[in-house]
């Protein structure tokens, strides 16, 4: 039982990873209307920038907000070189354009890094004990983390001005126009949450693995299996379905085989979208 | 003057024609052609270099004495990338363009198995330095063209054994990586720990890239085990270390270096790595061979030959090479040469150390090369099996304690 609940744990701080890159994939969905692949390569960049923060200072917080505004610098620059242009195209030329912004990326990581490994050298600290449960203190402090940045993205979304304005343009961007919402504003702000929140992801990543330039590309499956699940462009549903992939993955595991982590993400996926094919939270939408 | 577009074309197609004329033309010529296909950059390329100047320096030698079947060795040199599709790409060069007659010197599995169809459907031979039990058989190994220079994973897996054994270890529980060199380890150490009558106590296969191994260990931690035998990676390696650690647990671990080295030991810190056990194939150090390569390397790398164990495979790879055209004669085709190359390293003749000296013990009967990096006896798979280091992690340092040997 206890090892059930430790699995269990390890499935949730997973979850908030894939979560969080979910939710920064979703964002950008809803709004600009296409599936961005570059997502896990912005977690990259996000991992490399708080690893040279954090060695430069040796603060792991500096490094962490250093990787968070690299993140949305990445996504700012991205959007005004390539996304920006694409608009009004068909999404399909702006997700291939995604795919290559991913590659730029992973290119010029390996070329200023290399293709090995990096680490943030924190302390390991051997776990606490809880009545036969380890529970391990780093978790905490990862899982806080990210709760803590849920929290300030939904109170953007929801009771700032900008974020009233995004859900409006993510809701009918037409309408949202007639309305006087300024589209590149909204946009700019958009793609910088999108950016840092998947940085975000990356940094929580990083400290629980190895940093390399693929890191983030390896991990698109699940997120996007997670958005999907979620309910596609709903925020909420993103951070849910990453935390009941993490958890189911990592607890049923054990019982069906490790090499069959991933399929077991879309046997999931597939369960849920036989039920109910607008996924968790999300609505049908009709064609516009 | 008016080109019309059929006359353009005829041109363009006739000026593509006329060097794949020539180079037919070329292949009659008196050298053998050798493609050097080695990892100059990618994730061997701490080794690459190392490895192609030891085949020139090789060739050179030879050609110094005097070539082999009265032919002179020509080097062609490319960069395999360590990634199969860049390998492909330089092969068919080598191959399409440059005629070579064999490749010497692919180190990842992915690559040898990659390039191995394109060097059979060529009728040529491929010499690597991989680990992968599939290049031993068919459909990689059908013709008999394949001679591998280091230890297959299954060795690996075997000298695993006999280290558990010597440490006294009792309940052992294996972690591979689910790629051919990850459970050709794993399967490896299982199968001679239960020919020795141990158990294997538990056998976890784990997917790269994933956000936590806490699953798997929690898994592998439940059979109590006193070692973990790992056939796995650096980065997955890490991973499952730090986590493993900070489980509290106390459990040894077993692992092949490419994974267990001092990158491993830098991220980990030494308070994680301590009593690491890492396992690595090495050369043939203090034999004769051994010597001429280690003042080739020092001369053209300067450092020791003991650094590149793949470099000396490479050495060896041309040298051997050579002695069996010597020993098929100047007409033979390339399998008749690769059928000359298990006799000429196998026991049984004359053991000599240098191409000079097999040469002239070959006038008079049958030789045995004794290489720099292994004795080099091919079995009949065309693998070879080297001596293994033991090497323990001790307060922040990997360093060498022993050295185990395989029966053939």
Known sequence: ?288 | MNITRRQTLAGLASTMLLPALSGTAFAQAANFRIGALNPITGSGAAYGSGMQKMILAAAEVVNAAGGAAGKKLEVFAEDDQSQPQAAVLAAKKLIDVNKVQSILGTWASGVSLAVAPLTNDANIMLMNTSGAPALSVPPANAKGLLFRFQATNDRFGRAFAEVAKKEGFKRPVTMAFNNASGIGNADGFKKAWEAQGGKVYESIVYEPNQPSYRAELQKALAAKPDVIVMGSYLADTTIILREWFQTGETTKFIMPAWAGNPDLVKALGPEVSEGIIAVDSISNEGSEAFKAYDAAYQKAMGQSGLNNVYAAMTWDMVIVLALAMEAAGPNADVPAIAKKMFEVAGPGGKPVATFAEGKEALKSGKIDYQGASSVLDFDKFGDVTPDFSVSVAEKGKIERKYVVKLSA
């Open chain 1, 1 to 288: 039982m206890s090892g059930f609940l430790e699995l269990a744990i390890s499935g949730l701080m997973s979850g908030l990873v894939i979560g969080l890159a979910a939710l920064a994939l979703t964002l950008v969905f809803g709004v600009a209307r296409f599936a961005n692949a570059a997502t896990g390569d912005f977690m990259t960049i996000g991992a490399y920038a708080a690893v040279f923060g954090f060695t430069a200072t040796g603060s792991i917080v500096i490094g962490g907000l250093l990787g968070l505004f690299i993140g949305a610098v990445s996504g700012v620059i991205s959007y005004f070189l390539v996304f920006r242009v694409l608009e009004g195209r068909p999404s399909v030329s702006a997700l291939l354009a995604s795919i290559g912004v991913g590659f730029i990326i992973r290119s010029v990581l390996g070329v200023i890094y290399g293709h090995g490994q990096q680490v943030f050298q924190l302390p390991l600290v051997r776990p606490w004990r809880y009545f036969d449960v380890r529970i391990q203190p780093n978790d905490l402090k990862i899982g806080a983390t990210a709760l803590l940045a849920l929290l300030v993205v939904f109170l953007v979304l929801h009771a700032t001005p900008i974020g009233r304005r995004m859900r409006a343009v993510a809701d009918d961007p037409m309408l949202a126009r007639v309305s006087g919402i300024a589209p590149r504003k909204v946009m700019f702000a958009l793609w910088a949450m999108s950016g840092a929140v998947a940085a975000l992801a990356g940094v929580l990543l990083g400290i629980r693995t190895v940093i390399w330039p693929e890191m983030g590309w390896e991990m698109l499956i699940p997120v996007f299996a997670a958005a999907v699940l979620g309910g596609i462009g709903h925020p909420v549903g993103a951070v849910l379905a990453g935390v009941i992939l993490g958890v189911v993955q990592e607890i049923a595991t054990p019982y069906v085989g490790f090499t069959y982590k991933l399929a077991l993400a879309f046997i999931i996926l597939l369960v849920v979208l036989l039920v109910r094919p607008k996924g968790l939270f999300g609505r049908v939408e009709g064609v516009r």
